[in-house]
């Protein structure tokens, strides 16, 4: 039972470049969130998804970033015209749709981008 | 807004001292709470939860959790740790938009 996927793992960009971030919810799972975490800080929620939906964005930085969770495929996290200060982790996780259980994240391992 | 606050950024024990990492919560209405650890190398997992019911809740590896309305805390607690506990502790809290603490550094030496 595969958990949270996400990939790639490491990714380098230089600034002014596009990052795409992708994350595939553990099976079953119809809800996916994204997190950032800074240096020596926790992490910070960015955005709430389900499929096609966007429920809660309150998280995003205004411009740059957007994220989608199609009908069929992996949720994207797409960072354009990445600066140094997009440097961080970012994490992925889901939940079940209904139920007690809903409230419960999974996490995936993160991407760690860096811009030079 | 919700918060939540770990007062210990960096903890050190001997093996089979007894642990407990603090975690409080500004929100006033009900809660869910969490603890989460993240082991070296690893991702986040999830050491246990608080929905409603019992206060006292048991998680993975020995761990337990006490919610405390009063007091707005869900402090962490282990009667014995181990070398394999060395790891960063995640308090959180909220519903779908979980708000996390800033992390406790756990080291543990053998």
């Known amino acids: 039972n595969a958990g949270v996927m996400q990939n790639p793992r490491h990714l380098v960009r230089r600034r002014g470049q596009e990052a795409r971030l992708r994350c595939s919810p553990m099976?079953?799972?119809?809800?996916v969130y994204w997190y950032r975490q800074l240096p020596e800080e926790g992490l910070k929620f960015m955005v709430y998804?389900?499929?096609?939906?966007?429920?809660?964005e309150s998280g995003m930085p205004k411009e740059r970033f957007s994220a989608e969770f199609p009908k069929e495929g992996p949720s994207i996290l797409r960072i354009q015209q990445v600066v140094r200060g997009d440097s961080a982790a970012y994490f992925c996780?889901?939940?079940?749709?209904?139920?007690?259980?809903?409230?419960?994240?999974?996490f995936g391992p993160g991407t760690r981008l860096t811009v030079t | 807004a919700q918060s939540v606050s770990q007062h210990n950024h960096h903890v050190i024990l001997s093996e089979a001292a007894s642990l407990e990492l603090g975690c409080n919560y500004s929100?006033?209405?009900?809660?869910?709470l969490f603890w989460y650890v993240q082991y070296p190398g690893q991702h986040l997992q999830l050491l246990l939860k608080?929905?409603?019911?019992?206060?006292l809740v048991k998680g993975i590896k020995g761990f337990e959790a006490e919610f405390i309305k009063s007091k707005f805390s869900f402090n962490l607690r282990k009667p014995s740790v181990q070398w394999s506990d060395t790891a960063e502790y995640f308090c959180?809290?909220?519903?779908?938009?979980?708000?996390f603490g800033t992390g406790t550094r756990l080291l543990v030496s053998p």
């Open positions: 099976k079953g799972h119809s809800h």
């Open positions: 608080y929905f409603s019911g019992d206060p």
């Open positions: 998804l389900q499929k096609e939906n966007i429920i809660d």
């Open positions: 929100y006033g209405g009900t809660v869910n």
């Open positions: 959180a809290v909220g519903f779908q938009k979980l708000v």
């Open positions: 996780a889901s939940s079940p749709g209904l139920g007690g259980s809903s409230y419960e994240q999974y």
